[in-house]
């Protein structure tokens, strides 16, 4: 894997506790990349690597996103998240940063035509939402798109995810919060209170 320089174009706030960084090279064209893989971020000034998966990518820049992790509820004696909270607080637009890949196995079988079920929880959209992207323009799978949460405030990408639905046939979602808040509507916001099943 080679390491490669990116400039910051944009820092986003997704929710609350997620960042998202839009990455474009510093020097010559993007790698391509298969949906479902990640960059290998070089944290220097930490001296330590962290993984983040591409949401995103247009041809000219990768999308990351990074949930800023806190010590655990209780335990106030476990570290928090060293990369996570370093790249909230510190990045910011027009820096740069140093990455590998991408990366990964964890990837869309892109020759086939069988229909596909994506499941995400939290973060973990970020590797299925490229998924996503990719299967509406192909528009030749039924895609069901599954994705839960705590609940609206905590609900990354839901807009994007809505207007991919809108804008392929072939794409449906289902939202699953698991503590709907008083805002968050039924039948609106989301389809089902409480954990992905069977039903």
Partial sequence: MDKRDYLVAQRIAVTKDIMSFVLKPVNGGICSFIPGQYLVMDLAALGIRREYSISYGDGLSYRIAVKREPAPLGQPD????????????NLQAGDVISAWGPAGGFNLQR???????????GVGITPVLSMLHTLGKQGTRPTWFVHACENGEQHAYKDEVESLSAKYDKVQHRFVYRQPLASDRLGEDYHQQGFVNQA
């Fill in 78 to 89: 476990v570290p928090v998240g060293q990369g996570s909270n370093w790249l909230h607080d």
């Fill in 111 to 121: 020759d086939s035509n069988l229909p596909v079920v994506l499941l995400s929880g």
